[in-house]
């Protein structure tokens, strides 16, 4: 045994619908375990994935294997019947070993296909192309048609940058993120 403080990581699926229960039932947890010799501290965490995670720390990895070994341990574990199964479970020893192995970066959130960004492109673009060519461009009919493209292309361009497609992509956020908007939902609601 060692006397390296030990992290437990307990992955854990949910039912939807019932993360209050899992969230209320990994605090109760917890604190069963802060009772325990040894204990240093823990959480309740979900990942990106709507993954549950238990985290806790002992000072050693005795303390650590006598509460994991204990009864009223695997009481705890029964009670998650009805609401959650156990994924995966890993434990660390030392603070170093834990950091240095957790090197993986988080997964940016896919791109939307293209077709969609191609909408959104279209939605912001032609607007403005056919409102400057309505209006603006009958005034510039002595202009050099290099000018004139010139001017077309600087005055969309901004518009565009700046006022059409920050508006267009918080206004379609849910269509073209939706797993993304799907998980903050499932958090706000559990927070709320």
């Known amino acids: 045994m060692s006397s390296n ?4 990581t307990v992955a854990y699926h949910v039912v939807p619908g ?3 229960d899992f969230h209320s039932w990994g605090w109760a947890m917890l604190g069963a375990s802060a ?8 959480g309740v965490l979900v990942d990106r994935e709507a993954e549950w995670h238990v985290v806790y720390r002992f000072a050693s990895e005795g303390t650590a294997r006598a509460w ?16 959650a199964r156990q994924a995966e479970r890993r434990s660390v020893r030392g603070s170093k070993l834990w950091f240095d192995s957790q090197t993986i970066a988080p997964k940016a959130p896919a791109p939307p296909p293209k077709w969609k960004l191609w909408f959104i492109n279209m939605s912001a ?8 060519n309505l209006l603006v461009i009958p005034y510039l009919g002595g202009l050099n048609p290099l000018v004139r493209t010139l001017l077309l292309c600087l005055c969309v361009t901004a518009l565009v ?3 059409l497609m920050p508006r267009l992509q ?6 073209l993120y939706p797993p993304l908007q799907a998980l903050r939902g499932r958090h706000k609601r559990r927070t709320a």
């Open 5 to 8: 403080p030990v992290t437990v």
């Open 18 to 20: 019932r993360e209050a």
């Open 35 to 42: 009772q325990q010799p040894g204990f240093l501290g823990g």
């Open 68 to 83: 994991e070994d204990s009864a009223e341990r695997a009481q705890w574990d029964v009670r998650t019947a009805g609401f």
């Open 125 to 132: 673009v032609f607007p403005p192309v056919l409102l400057f």
């Open 161 to 163: 940058t700046w006022i």
């Open 170 to 175: 918080r206004f379609f956020k849910k269509w």
